[in-house]
């Protein structure tokens, strides 16, 4: 138990799909990250979010849309992926944001056909 | 844009021997994690060194951030089969203001029984 809940555990879309990966997260954190884990790349960080407020947004793709709601949950919304956008999605939550450590969860294995 | 360099990248060691990985920034650091992921598991918080200078010791594993800040290493005594993973350094750019935490691209140890 991690504390920080993802779903689904994997997820094969096609690229026409439109999906959501869910992320909640029971410590009372007032930060909720979203990671992207690629084969042979560094953990690159695509949103963050401190007591509901976007705070950092990555350059990342406009297919990809965050989120969140409360404090306790992330959404990560999909539409219109390409292949290179298989990886492993991981939510993370942190105390206060800034330098304290991260709380991942299991991740979400994204298969985009 | 702020680089974090770990090497080596892989390391096999036959169970008992020791083992360490090494990690660098391109900027001076406020602070340094250290996550280690097990196969098909998420990152999980191993430690955090603020201090320059700093040794954390946690049982059989020895942490040290360098004294200018930019460098840090894990040390592993007699490694366990239980060690295998991939070993991760995250840091935060000193004075960044941002909740940019860079991730190294780990060191995947195996460790032979």
């Known amino acids: 138990e991690t504390g920080v809940t993802q779903t689904p555990r994997h997820l094969v879309m096609g690229m026409t799909n439109k999906k959501s990966l869910k992320c909640e997260q029971h410590?009372?954190?007032?930060?909720m990250y979203w990671y992207k884990q690629s084969a042979k790349k560094p953990l690159e960080l695509m949103f963050v979010?401190?007591?509901?407020?976007?705070?950092e947004n990555n350059s990342v793709p406009s297919r990809f849309s965050p989120e969140c709601p409360n404090s306790s949950h992330l959404f990560l919304h999909l539409h219109t992926l390409q292949p290179e956008d298989s990886a492993l999605y991981l939510c993370a939550s942190s105390p206060t944001g800034m330098d304290s450590p991260l709380h991942f969860g299991n991740g979400t294995r994204l298969t985009v056909t | 844009g702020q680089q974090v360099m770990q090497i080596p990248q892989y390391q096999h060691v036959q169970e008992g021997e020791d083992f360490t990985t090494y990690c660098n920034s391109s900027?001076?650091?406020?602070?340094i994690q250290w996550y280690k992921q097990r196969p098909g598991g998420h990152p999980v918080f191993l430690i955090q060194?603020?201090?320059?200078?700093e040794v954390k010791k946690q049982k059989r594993l020895t942490f040290q951030f360098g004294e200018a800040k930019k460098n840090s290493s894990l040390h592993i005594t007699a490694t366990q089969t239980t060690d295998v993973g991939t070993y991760f350094c995250?840091?935060?750019?000193?004075?960044?203001?941002?909740?940019?935490?860079?991730f190294g691209k780990g060191t995947k140890l195996s460790v032979i029984p």
């Open positions: 979010y401190s007591l509901e407020e976007r705070v």
């Open positions: 410590l009372g954190h007032n930060a």
């Open positions: 060194l603020v201090k320059s200078g």
């Open positions: 900027t001076t650091l406020s602070n």
């Open positions: 995250a840091g935060t750019r000193s004075g960044a203001g941002s909740y940019q935490l860079t």
